[in-house]
C-alpha cells in the first residue's frame, strides 16, 4: 500500500506560480511512475503530467505544455507540480497518483494509488 499525500495548493491571481508536491509513504516508491490530475466541479478527472521511476520519460496535457513541469526526488519520496502562468481554467482540486507500471500514461485507470487532493482556485 503506498499513500500520497498532496500540499501546495492555494488561492492565487492569474499569471501566479505555484509548486505542488506530493509525498509518498508505505511501501516503497521505488519504481512507481506517478502522475497529476485535476478535477473542476462539474467536470470529470482530467490528465495533467505523469513522470516514469528513472524521470527519463514525462508526458503533459496540451493545455498545460510550456507552463507545467512534473519532476521527482527519489530519495525523498516526492513529486512535484511546478505550475507557472497559472490562468483561471487551471482552478480545480489536483490529484496526485502512483502506478506500477513502466511508462507515463493519461489513463486514469492505470494508477493504483490516489491521494486527497489539494485545492487550487486560479482568480482573474
Known amino acids: 500500500q503506498v499513500q500520497l499525500v498532496e500540499s501546495g495548493g492555494g488561492l492565487v491571481q492569474a499569471g501566479d506560480s505555484l509548486r505542488l508536491s506530493c509525498a509518498a509513504s508505505?511501501?516503497?516508491?521505488?519504481?512507481?511512475?506517478m502522475g497529476w490530475f485535476r478535477q473542476a466541479p462539474g467536470k470529470e478527472r482530467e490528465f495533467v503530467a505523469a513522470?516514469?521511476?528513472?524521470?527519463?520519460?514525462?508526458a503533459y496535457r496540451n493545455s498545460v505544455k510550456g507552463r507545467f513541469a512534473i519532476s521527482r526526488v527519489n530519495a525523498k519520496d516526492t513529486v512535484y507540480l511546478q505550475m507557472n502562468s497559472l490562468k483561471p481554467e487551471d482552478t480545480a482540486v489536483y490529484y496526485c497518483?502512483?502506478?506500477?507500471?513502466?511508462?507515463?500514461?493519461?489513463?486514469?485507470?492505470?494508477?493504483?494509488?490516489w491521494g486527497q487532493g489539494t485545492q487550487v482556485t486560479v482568480s482573474s
Open positions: 508505505g511501501r516503497t516508491f521505488s519504481g512507481y511512475s
Open positions: 513522470i516514469t521511476w528513472s524521470g527519463d520519460s514525462t
Open positions: 497518483a502512483a502506478s506500477r507500471a513502466p511508462y507515463t500514461s493519461a489513463a486514469a485507470n492505470v494508477y493504483d494509488y
